[in-house]
């Protein structure tokens, strides 16, 4: 437990926790938490971000490496459940420093990482 600013004790953070208490090699490996998250097992992109200390847009770019480098927009937004104005966002800041690319197929936008090549 931690002390808030009034004096009172404030809840840890449930996730902070279980790293706390868990050894880095307890931790399942990064391809196998992707894998389960694809497979809509009951795991949730925040806490891979947490378990693996990564940024959202790190754990873009590892959720596109892990699929082969292409994965269409809406995959991920059904992936992550977030939405899908949120994965613009972060997929417009991330095209914008050269990360990943997105062209149109069809009525779909796809998302790349520069080198994997469309499609």
Same mark, same amino acid.
């Given at each position: 437990? !931690?002390?808030?600013?009034?004096?009172?004790?404030?809840?840890?953070?449930?996730?902070?926790?279980?790293?706390? !208490?868990?050894?880095?090699?307890?931790?399942?490996? =990064?391809?196998?938490?992707?894998?389960?998250?694809?497979?809509?097992?009951?795991?949730?992109?925040?806490? #891979?971000?947490?378990? &693996?200390?990564? +940024?959202?847009? @790190?754990? #873009? =770019?590892?959720?596109?490496?892990?699929?082969? /480098?292409?994965?269409? @927009?809406?995959?991920?937004?059904? &992936?992550?459940?977030?939405?899908?104005?949120? $994965?613009?966002?972060?997929? +417009?800041?991330?095209?914008?420093?050269? +990360?990943? /690319?997105?062209? @149109?197929?069809?009525?779909?936008?796809?998302?790349? $990482?520069?080198?994997?090549?469309?499609?």
């Amino acid at each position: 437990m !931690t002390t808030n600013w009034n004096g009172g004790k404030a809840k840890k953070d449930p996730i902070a926790t279980k790293m706390e !208490t868990e050894s880095r090699s307890e931790v399942q490996p =990064l391809g196998e938490a992707l894998d389960s998250l694809i497979h809509g097992n009951e795991i949730v992109p925040a806490q #891979i971000i947490v378990e &693996y200390n990564l +940024s959202v847009d @790190q754990f #873009i =770019l590892e959720l596109l490496r892990h699929v082969g /480098g292409n994965l269409k @927009q809406q995959e991920i937004v059904r &992936y992550t459940g977030w939405s899908a104005s949120k $994965i613009s966002r972060d997929l +417009s800041r991330l095209e914008a420093e050269g +990360s990943v /690319g997105r062209f @149109q197929l069809g009525r779909e936008k796809v998302v790349h $990482i520069p080198g994997a090549g469309p499609g």
